[in-house]
Nanobody, 121 residues
Framework: QVQFVESGGGLVQPGGSLRLSCTAS????????MGWYRQAPGKQRELAAR???????NYADFVKGRFTISRVNNNNTVNLQMNSLEPEDTAVYYC???????????????WGQGTQVTVSS
């Protein structure tokens, strides 16, 4: 299975910045995409940003120009630098990794436990 260590959430004022970090470990064969989804109260979970090997990134329209995703440590750590945060960015942010457990298994998404980001004055 795939385990995650997430960090970096918290409370920040509008216009401020936070940096989320997530490291995947465990018994898996290969990790493909990694990224971050978010879920605000009463809303569906939505993709914020993802990054594949060799580092091609995709962003949701609502974070373009404000968030930057990067991948380090043999490609098993993903970071999300969040700048110019707005109250609408308040949500639980979930790290995910698309991975295979063996060389012959299908890839599927594995999820972290989530970290709370609150943007408020």
């Amino acid at each position: 299975q795939v385990q995650f260590v997430e960090s970096g959430g918290g409370l920040v004022q509008p216009g401020g910045s936070l940096r989320l970090s997530c490291t995947a470990s465990g018994r898996f064969f290969r990790i493909y995409d990694m990224g971050w989804y978010r879920q605000a109260p009463g809303k569906q979970r939505e993709l914020a940003a993802r990054i594949a090997i060799p580092g091609v990134a995709n962003y949701a329209d609502f974070v373009k120009g404000r968030f930057t995703i990067s991948r380090v440590n043999n490609n098993n750590t993903v970071n999300l630098q969040m700048n110019s945060l707005e109250p609408e960015d308040t949500a639980v942010y979930y790290c995910y990794a698309m991975a295979t457990l063996t060389s012959y298994s299908n890839a599927r998404n594995y999820w972290g436990q989530g970290t709370q980001v609150t943007v408020s004055s």
